[in-house]
């Protein structure tokens, strides 16, 4: 059963000059301590912070006797609005306010405050992959998506950003970790009946932190405007997860995958994403599943347990 838990008595707001700051008073916790290395204790955890400058992540140990996943999720939120002891390292939860998280069945859903949205696109990135990177290592815990008042997050582009992990930030050094730049993509449309893929470029401009396997999976939802192609995903398709391991590409898509598109064959629906996906580098072969499931049948021809390739005979 869903429990929504105001992080009360615990968030405290603080105007200083002209800065919104946000301020958790604390609780007595076990101790924590900082440097590079992560203790091997159980119960140890990275807070995952700014450092001087706000382009990086660094991050620091903390420890707790807390396990409960309920009350270890607002610890870590909270241990997250703290100024940390070294002056190289600043608080990522400083000019907005977590209104309340959900803990629900392998996943944390945050609520902010308006703020959040002010957030400049660098900075909300960073402050993103901290958030999602400090509360992933809860055991049993795999997702964490982030609301503005109750509205799902979307990025500097205007696109959802639905679930996350930490598999779907790429670390880069500096100031890079907040690029944007130009990709071309090359992405397989359906034709005009929907029996064949045709190949077709996008340039899209992205951020660096985000893995290109997502990218790709994303602009394949967003579909196409061309009258010569049709899109071959349904658009409320959300993402789970996507991660790479041994040249395999592992998409894990909602519910709303299983639905195919009116006059899509399902092979080209499924071939679309394989063939768009190896054609980037270091993917082979693309593994499906759906809420983390892959023994799934989609419109009784098309099994999710099976490891696709590339495929060029669909192609036309």
Do not use: W
Not at 124 to 139: K, P, S
Not at 169 to 194: C, M, Q, R, T
Not at 230 to 241: L, M
Request: proline fraction near 3%; charged fraction near 30%.
């Amino acid at each position: 059963m869903r429990r929504e838990n105001k992080i009360k008595d615990h968030i405290r707001t603080a105007v200083l000059c002209l800065s919104i700051t946000v301020c958790i008073c604390g609780c007595a916790f076990t101790g924590h301590k900082q440097g590079s290395e992560a203790a091997d204790a159980d119960g140890s955890y990275k807070i995952y912070c700014f450092d001087r400058d706000e382009n990086a992540l660094l991050s620091y140990d903390y420890v707790t006797e807390v396990s409960d996943t309920e009350s270890l999720a607002g610890e870590l939120l909270e241990e997250m609005s703290k100024k940390p002891d070294d002056i190289e390292l600043k608080e990522v939860i400083r000019d907005f306010e977590i209104r309340s998280y959900v803990c629900e069945e392998k996943q944390i859903v945050i609520n902010t405050d308006e703020r959040y949205a002010l957030l400049e696109p660098t900075k909300e990135v960073l402050t993103r992959a901290a958030i999602v990177r400090t509360l992933g290592q809860i055991d049993g815990i795999e997702y964490i998506s982030i609301k503005v008042k109750d509205e799902d997050l979307t990025d500097a582009l205007g696109q959802p950003v639905g679930l996350m992990s930490a598999t779907d930030f790429v670390d880069n050094p500096g100031d890079e970790i907040n690029a944007y730049e130009n990709k071309e993509l090359v992405l397989y449309f359906a034709d005009s009946d929907g029996s064949g893929l045709i190949k077709a470029t996008r340039t899209v401009e992205y951020n660096t932190s985000i893995s290109l396997e997502k990218l790709t999976v994303e602009q394949l939802i967003l579909g196409t405007e061309s009258k010569q192609l049709r899109a071959t995903i349904n658009p409320q398709t959300k993402i789970i997860n996507v991660t790479v391991k041994d040249g395999i590409c592992y998409v894990n898509l909602d519910p709303a995958f299983l639905t195919v598109p009116e006059g899509i064959r399902p092979e080209v629906m499924i071939y679309s994403i394989v063939d768009s996906l190896v054609e980037l580098p270091g993917i082979q072969k693309v593994q499906f599943m759906v809420d983390g499931e892959s023994d799934i049948m989609i419109a009784d021809s098309v099994s999710l347990t099976d490891i696709y390739e590339r495929n060029l005979d669909i192609v036309r």
